[in-house]
C-alpha cells in the first residue's frame, strides 16, 4: 500500500486552521489591519458673488453626502458660476456617471430646462442602471449610452460639459475633431462649451492619458478652437502648484488634488 503524506503547506494550512480554532474557542480573535485612513474632506465655503440659484443647488439636502464631501476639492459652486448656466438651459454632459455634476446642473436649469447625459458604452456595466434611476428620478434629465462617433447630439444647447474626461477621448480613440465639430454645430450661436481636465506636463501632448489620466492643456486648446471655438476663459481655480504631473489621478490619497486646468469655450455669435 502505498501512503501520501501531506506537503508541507497542507501541513501548514492545517497546523494554522487548528490555531485559529483554539483561539475562537478561547474567546480571541484576529484583528482585521487598519485600513489607510482617508483623507479628509477639504472645508468648502460658497462664495457670496455665486448666484443664488447656484448655491441652492449646492446647498440642497437631498445631495448625496459622498457628493458633498469632495466639494471642497472641486469647487463646484465657482465652476458653475463661471460657466454660466442658468435656469432653463439646454445642456450636454459627457461622461456623466456618478452623477455629481448632473445633479447640481439638474437644480439649476429647473423643470424648464434638460439636462442630456451621454455616456460611452462600456460605462453600462458599471454605471448604467443607477444613470436610468437618476434620470427617473428626475424628469428633467434624459440619460443616453452611445458611441461619441456616431452619437446624433440634441441642438440648441446653451451650455456643454466635458469635466474630467477629454483625456479619455483619445483613450476610447474618439475622433476629437470630428466630436468638437459636431458640439459646435450642436451649440447655440455664443453657446458655451465648458472643459476641465487633469494636467499633464507641458509639452506632453496625449502621452499620458492611458497611464495617468492626464492630458497636455494645450492639446485642448489647440483642437477645441480648431474646430472654431473662441476662448473666453482659461481658469486657475483648480491649479494645484505642488503637482509635480508624475502621478496616476486615482492615486489613493490624492484623488481630489491633480492640478487641473478650466476652460470656457464659446461659439462665435
Known sequence: MTITRPSRLTRNAV???AM???LLSAGL?????PAAPARPPTPYTIPASVPAYIRDAVNNPARPADQKARDGDRKPAELLALSGVKPGDQVLEFASFGQYFTTLL???????????MLDLPYTE???????????TAHPNTRYQIADYNTAELPQNLDVVFNVLYYHDLPLNK?????LNAKILKALKPGGIFFVVDHNAAAGSGTNDVEKLHRIDPAVIKKEITAA?????????????PEDDHTWMVFSPGKRGTT???????RKPK
Do not use: M, Y
Open 106 to 116: 439638474s437644480s439649476i436649469v429647473g423643470s424648464n430646462g434638460r439636462i442630456t
Open 125 to 135: 456595466a458599471r454605471s448604467g442602471e443607477a444613470g436610468r434611476a437618476f434620470a
Open 15 to 17: 497546523l494554522i486552521a
Open 228 to 240: 472654431g471655438f473662441e476662448l473666453v476663459e482659461e481658469s486657475k481655480l483648480l491649479a494645484n
Open 20 to 22: 485559529g480554532a483554539a
Open 29 to 33: 480573535t484576529f484583528a482585521a489591519a
Open 259 to 265: 492640478d487641473q486646468s478650466v476652460f470656457k469655450f
Open 174 to 178: 474618439i475622433d476629437t475633431a470630428a
